[in-house]
C-alpha cells in the first residue's frame, strides 16, 4: 500500500470515527472565490447594476484518492423595480465519501450611485448531504467482496442522506477603487442526521463569518493592480487569504496568492492567470502549490474560473463600478 493511500484511510478514519460524529460543515473553499465574493455575501448581488454569471471548477490535492472536488454556479441580476439584485447559488462538493450541494436564492436591498453604492442581502435555501457508508473502512469491520459489516452502530453500511436549511446574511459596499463587505453563513445552526444502523449520525453546521476586501490601483493605466484580502472565522479559528493581481490594458491578468490558518499552518501559494475575450467574457486559471503538511502526497489544485456580465446601466452614463477579476 502506497504512502499515499495509507495517509487517506488515516483521514478517513478519524474524520469519521469520532463518539459524537460531529464536526463542521463548510461551504468549499476557491482561489477566485475572494475575487467573486457573491459567492460567499448575498449583498453583492445586483450591486453592479448588471446580469452576471460566474462559474467555478475546482480540483484539489491531485493525486490522493478521495480528493476533494467542487463546482460553484452564481446568476444575478439587479431588478430596478426591487430596488435591489436577485440571486441564485448552486454549489456542489465532494470529500471523500461526503458529497455536499447548496442550492440558494437572496435578494439584495441596493441604495447608491455611480460613484459608490452600498447593498444588504438575505440569502436562504437548502443543503443536500450524502454519505456513502459502503466507502468507509473501520478498523475492526469485516469486508469481503459485497459483505460490509463496520462492527460500527453509528457507521452507515450504504448510502445515507439528509437534507437542512441554509440562511446566510452580507453587507458589502464598493466605489471605482475598492470594495469591503462582511457575511454570516450556516446561521441556523442545524444539524444534518443521518440514518445508520442504530441510532442517527449527526453532522452539525457551524456559524461562519467572512470578510472580504479588494482595491482597484490605476484603474485606467496600461498596468492595474488589484490587492485582496479574504478572512473566515468559524468562531474556532480563523482563515486567510491574500493575492495580488495585475492587469493589462483590461485585457488580463496576472497574479500571486497566499492562504493560511496560521503562521504556523500555512495551506497553499496560488497562482493565477485570466484573459479579458470581450467587454462581457472573461476565463480565469489559478494554480495553488500546498504546502500544508499534506504537501508531500499531492500535486496541488487546479481550478478554473467563466465569468460573463452584461450591464443594464446606459451607455451615456458613467462606466459601472467592477469588482470582478476583469481591469
Not at 496576472?254 to 495551506?267: C, F, M, T
Amino acid at each position: 500500500m502506497t504512502d499515499k493511500k495509507i495517509l487517506l484511510k488515516l483521514v478517513i478514519l478519524i474524520f469519521f470515527c469520532s463518539v459524537k460524529f460531529s464536526f463542521a460543515q463548510q461551504i468549499p473553499q476557491f482561489a477566485y472565490g475572494s475575487l467573486n465574493p457573491e459567492f460567499y455575501n448575498p449583498g453583492v448581488s445586483g450591486i453592479t447594476k448588471s446580469i452576471n454569471a460566474s462559474a467555478i471548477g475546482r480540483t484539489q490535492w491531485l493525486n490522493i484518492s478521495g480528493h476533494p472536488t467542487a463546482q460553484a454556479l452564481n446568476l444575478s441580476s439587479y431588478i430596478p423595480n426591487l430596488h435591489g439584485g436577485l440571486g441564485l447559488i448552486i454549489l456542489n462538493s465532494q470529500q471523500g465519501v461526503q458529497r455536499n450541494t447548496f442550492a440558494m436564492v437572496g435578494y439584495s436591498f441596493i441604495t447608491g450611485n455611480n460613484n459608490h453604492r452600498f447593498g444588504v442581502g438575505v440569502r436562504g435555501g437548502i443543503i443536500q448531504s450524502t454519505i456513502d457508508g459502503t466507502m468507509l473502512r473501520a478498523p475492526d469491520g469485516f469486508y469481503s467482496g459485497s459483505i460490509i459489516n463496520h462492527n460500527d452502530g453509528l457507521l452507515p453500511i450504504n448510502s445515507v442522506s439528509s437534507t437542512s436549511a441554509e440562511f446566510s446574511v452580507g453587507i458589502f459596499y464598493l466605489n471605482k477603487i475598492m470594495n469591503v463587505g462582511i457575511a454570516g453563513s450556516h446561521l441556523l445552526n442545524p444539524s444534518l442526521k443521518y440514518s445508520a444502523t442504530t441510532g442517527k449520525l449527526s453532522i452539525d453546521e457551524v456559524r461562519n463569518i467572512s470578510g472580504s476586501i479588494s482595491f482597484l490601483i490605476n484603474r485606467e493605466k496600461t498596468i492595474s493592480i488589484k490587492p485582496s484580502a479574504f478572512v473566515k472565522y468559524n468562531f474556532n479559528e480563523f482563515q486567510s487569504e491574500g493575492s495580488v493581481l495585475l492587469g493589462y490594458k483590461k485585457s488580463g491578468w496576472i497574479g500571486a496568492g497566499y492562504r493560511g490558518i496560521s503562521s504556523e499552518n500555512p495551506d497553499a501559494i496560488i497562482g493565477f492567470i485570466g484573459v479579458t475575450l470581450n467587454p462581457n467574457f472573461e476565463v480565469g486559471y489559478a494554480y495553488e502549490y500546498s504546502i500544508s503538511k499534506l504537501s508531500a502526497a499531492n500535486d496541488g489544485s487546479h481550478e478554473l474560473m467563466l465569468h460573463y456580465s452584461v450591464s443594464l446601466t446606459k451607455p451615456s452614463k458613467p462606466e459601472k463600478i467592477i469588482f470582478t477579476p476583469r481591469f
